[in-house]
């Protein structure tokens, strides 16, 4: 479940190419790409992670030590979509300059809502497992059901990020790119 190494190192130079001082990551799990996200941002960087298990950030939090980045991390205990609403009312829009997404796909289409406020203009939003395991390609009919198994990928899931890609891929809003990195990242760039 943590993200793929090849799609982290794409990461990585986007990263280090845009040079952000403000980051937001979504699902944090073991902390693998909040690690990639800490080390590739300038010394002064910020980065608010929002998980709602501690005890799986914590698996990672040795390595961001050792690594000395923690004071970079404002690690969060939640949900997501209640904190992204607070953010918006603290925090003036355009506050973030990245944002990582790899949370619960279901809800995607709403943290790219509140992401497209928090996020300025010409900022960066990269999600996640967008091919989904090959599964948004398939015919409707040919789609696994995913509904009594937590991981497989089908069904409900999949019709959620096939439903995020095609909003995504309409949304005048952003510049977008599906690259066939792991299980599929989207990098978005807000336009206005």
Known sequence: MAADPHASQFMTMLL????PKRTIEIGVYTGYSL????????PDAKITAIDPVRSWYEIG?????????????DFIQSQALPILD???????????????VDADKQNYG??????MKLVKVGGVMVYDN???????????????????????KGGAV????IQFNKSIAAD??????????????????RIY
């Open 158 to 161: 999949t019709q959620s990020t």
């Open 35 to 42: 690690l990639a996200t800490a080390i590739s941002t300038p």
């Open 16 to 19: 280090k190419m845009m040079n």
């Open 86 to 100: 607070n953010l918006l009312l603290v925090r003036k829009e355009g506050s973030f300059d990245f944002a990582f």
């Open 61 to 73: 939090l040795p390595f961001i030590i050792k690594a000395g980045i923690e004071d970079k991390i």
């Open 110 to 115: 709403n943290y790219h809502e509140r992401l």
């Open 172 to 189: 005048p809003r952003v510049d977008i790119s599906l690259a066939p990195l792991g299980d599929g990242i989207t990098v978005c760039r």
């Open 130 to 152: 967008t091919l989904w395991g090959g599964t948004v390609a398939k015919h409707d009919g040919d789609v696994p059901d995913d509904s009594a198994t937590v991981g497989h």
